[in-house]
């Protein structure tokens, strides 16, 4: 069946959606990616749920996108004496190295690299932002501060530094093993957490060399600083509103959501927005209206995916919460001011190189001659097809890859249904002709039609977008 929305859907896949029939009624309602959080669940539990996703594709006779999510380094505090305890606006408090259980004066916070780095007068956010904790004074094991915004904290609680650069690894011993996993299981794309810097990315490249591209999840203000060069080293983006909505002041976050939405698509990189998009239903059956708002600003802002987290993998309507997202995208999908947007905010020609110049008049033409039902993409490593999808053309893309990883991957980039054909590029004779068999299978064309095909010539050499050819089925 051809798509029906651009905008793809990740669903978060826990104990709410871990069987194949549960995982089954996700692709049906409309998921076309899902996330393994490796947060939470073990090897076997993640093993079991891959194998079911690729059971699917073979059921379903369409690719499905996995993306492995990394932990990252999680700074917490230590135990407290009792359940919980109450912290007073104006009252100090402590964090130090000493593994004593903590009460209302201090805790422990076992985290050497928060003591080094910082400073009096920066912030210390815990719990969510919910506790906001003034530092007045610093040493090497204790950290001294006044109570900005009190409440309750307890155990393991979650530690935030909006003003601190931490010289940490974004990728722990933990993640270590985890990537490991995830490659010998063939995962698509792995989210890299707690990015920091430029190293951060690099540093994940190393280990995981071509077998699997990396997603940058933003959540740490220092990231922004050097937002550019990060999306660059990239191979794709997840704004993370959760830690980037408490590190950063939250009125921030939707200006930033747009800056990165923008930066991604002048980069050729597809961008996720997630974290509470339908929020309310992990215990509703409907969302609430500024949800529903939320997601379709995301979608009116261009963004190739947007994800789902606890609302699939732990609340009580996963299907609801996927068909509803769907629903969203659909009915924003199909507003005429939707492709006006996207038109507006497209690369300008004359800094285009000459693949963005092939991929930019594809989608002129797409516009301009009559009769066009779809852009055909012939990629052997992804290149041509994200090149293609960031134009944003009001027609479907059907990407033809004869690399089954590479078109799984493409499974998350804006407008884009990927399939598997190796035939089509042993001889450029085979090009018009599979183009067409394959526009025509999907849906996309009949006669009548015109079909655009984009690719790089010699077929097989990757990274180069250099032909644009139209033709007409007759």
């Not at 990616?33 to 194998?51: D, L, Q, V």
């Not at 990231?223 to 060069?229: K, R, Y």
Request: glycine share 6%; hydrophobic share 40%.
């Amino acid at each position: 069946m051809p798509i029906d929305t651009h905008t793809k859907i990740l669903a978060t896949i826990g104990p709410s959606s871990a069987s194949k029939k549960q995982i089954a009624e996700l692709v049906d309602a409309g998921a076309d990616a899902f996330r393994i959080n490796f947060s939470h669940g073990t090897y076997k539990e993640h093993a079991e749920r891959i194998k079911y996703i690729r059971k699917l594709e073979k059921e379903k006779g369409r690719l499905i996108t996995i993306v492995a999510d990394l932990q990252g380094p999680k700074l917490r505090v230590g135990d407290f004496a009792q359940d919980k305890v109450l912290l007073k606006e104006g009252q100090k408090f402590v964090l130090d190295m000493k593994p004593d259980l903590g009460d209302e004066k201090r805790v422990c916070l076992p985290h050497k690299e928060i003591f080094a780095a910082v400073k009096a007068g920066e912030t210390l956010l815990v719990n969510d932002g919910y506790i906001e904790l003034k530092v007045v004074k610093c040493g090497k094991s204790s950290i001294e501060t006044t109570v900005k915004v009190g409440g309750y904290i307890s155990s393991h609680k979650g530690v935030n530094l909006p003003n601190t650069k931490l010289n940490i690894s974004a990728i722990t011993e933990k993640d270590k093993k985890d990537i490991k996993f995830a490659l010998e299981n063939n995962v698509d794309w792995i989210g890299l957490s707690f990015v920091q810097k430029l190293q951060d990315v690099k540093d994940l490249r190393k280990l995981v060399g071509d077998k699997a591209r990396i997603i940058s999840k933003l959540e740490k203000p220092s990231a922004i600083d050097d937002l550019e060069n990060i999306v660059k080293e990239s191979d794709g983006i997840m704004v993370a509103r959760g830690d980037l909505g408490v590190e950063c002041p939250i009125q921030v976050v939707p200006v930033l959501q747009k800056r990165i939405v923008k930066l991604c698509r002048m980069q050729a990189k597809p961008v996720i927005i997630a974290t509470q998009m339908l929020e309310s239903m992990i215990g509703n059956p409907t969302p609430t209206r500024a949800e529903v708002s939320d997601v379709a600003t995301a979608v009116y802002d261009g963004a190739d995916t947007v994800m789902l987290s606890a609302e699939t993998a732990a609340g009580k309507y996963p299907e609801a919460a996927v068909k509803m997202m769907h629903k969203i995208i659909s009915q924003v999908e199909n507003d005429p001011l939707f492709f006006e947007m996207m038109s507006a905010a497209r690369k300008h020609p004359f800094m285009a190189n000459e693949a963005d110049a092939i991929t930019f008049a594809a989608s002129e033409i797409s516009s301009a001659l009559k009769d066009v039902s779809a852009i055909v993409s012939y990629s052997s490593s992804g290149f041509t097809t994200f090149l293609t999808a960031s134009e944003r053309p009001a027609l479907p893309i059907l990407a033809l890859s004869p690399d089954i990883k590479v078109a799984r991957q493409l499974g998350i980039v804006w407008g884009v249904k990927p399939q598997v054909n190796k035939d089509s590029f042993k001889k450029f004779s085979n090009v018009e002709a599979c183009a067409i068999k394959h526009a025509k299978e999907a849906g996309f064309a009949k006669s009548g039609n015109h079909i655009i095909i984009t690719a790089g010539f010699p077929l097989n050499c990757k990274g180069r977008t250099n032909m644009l050819h139209t033709v007409y089925i007759p």
